[in-house]
């Protein structure tokens, strides 16, 4: 089954504990992103990534880290979480930007 | 500034009515515009894309129409479910980007 698959699906950590989150698809698609969903403000780029080694940042990147090293995976990393970046946060692939993305199934993650 | 916005934020109707959710989007230059559907806690699913050319495109009980010259979408809903009920987001793509406009959405609850 096509998908993007993004664990864990439910995180609460510290504040300042590293934390990864990954993001897998199974669809050969070369562009991925980033972004997280707070009430009222509609989701947000954090990254994006256009192909392997090629990141970029989307709306919202502070405090955030991202990596391609492979066409599949692509993981958000916080080095230094803060209790602001409690948030819900999606992964999303796409064939190519005329496509629709497919997005993963969500993280919600809560910094305390 | 590029920005979209929906309306109205939140919608409640009877179940087997009719419902038209709106998107107006100040994005320059424009590539396409999506609508998707997002179930509470899910990942947003794609329901439909146009392009500049296209006026109206159809997904079963699901009608998008586009108004390239007034900037202007909307989402337009036949017989509804009460599966219906979720949030409808409308994103705008500028040309020549990979970066994504999403509008904050359209809070749809349909009623037995």
């Known amino acids: 089954e096509a998908q993007v698959t993004q664990n864990p699906r439910y995180l609460i950590t510290v504040t300042g504990k590293k934390l990864t989150v990954t993001c897998s698809q199974n669809?050969?698609?070369?562009?991925m992103s980033w972004y997280r969903q707070d009430p009222g403000l509609g989701l947000r780029q954090i990254y994006y990534?256009?192909?392997?080694?090629?990141?970029d940042k989307g709306d919202v990147p502070e405090g955030y880290k991202v990596s391609r090293k492979e066409k599949r995976n692509f993981p958000l990393i916080l080095e230094s979480p803060s209790p602001n970046q409690t948030s819900l946060y999606f992964c999303?692939?796409?064939?190519?930007?005329?496509?629709?993305?497919?997005f993963g199934s969500g993280t919600r993650l809560t910094v305390v | 500034k590029n920005q979209v916005e929906q309306s109205p934020q939140s919608l409640i109707i009877l179940e087997g009515k009719n419902c038209t959710l709106q998107?107006?989007?100040?994005?320059?230059?424009?590539?396409?515009l999506r609508w998707y559907k997002q179930d509470t806690g899910r990942g947003p699913v794609s329901l439909t894309i146009?392009?500049?050319?296209?006026n109206t495109k159809s997904n079963g009980r699901y009608t998008a129409t586009l108004d390239a010259d007034t900037k202007q979408s909307s989402l337009h809903i036949t017989a509804s479910q009460l599966s219906d009920s979720a949030s409808y987001i409308c994103v705008v793509t500028s040309s020549g980007t990979y970066k994504y406009i999403f509008g904050t959405g359209t809070r749809l609850k349909v009623l037995a």
């Open positions: 998107c107006n989007y100040t994005v320059s230059p424009f590539s396409n």
């Open positions: 990534s256009m192909n392997v080694e090629v990141t």
């Open positions: 669809m050969n698609h070369e562009y």
């Open positions: 146009m392009t500049f050319s296209e």
């Open positions: 999303a692939s796409s064939l190519a930007d005329s496509y629709g993305y497919t």
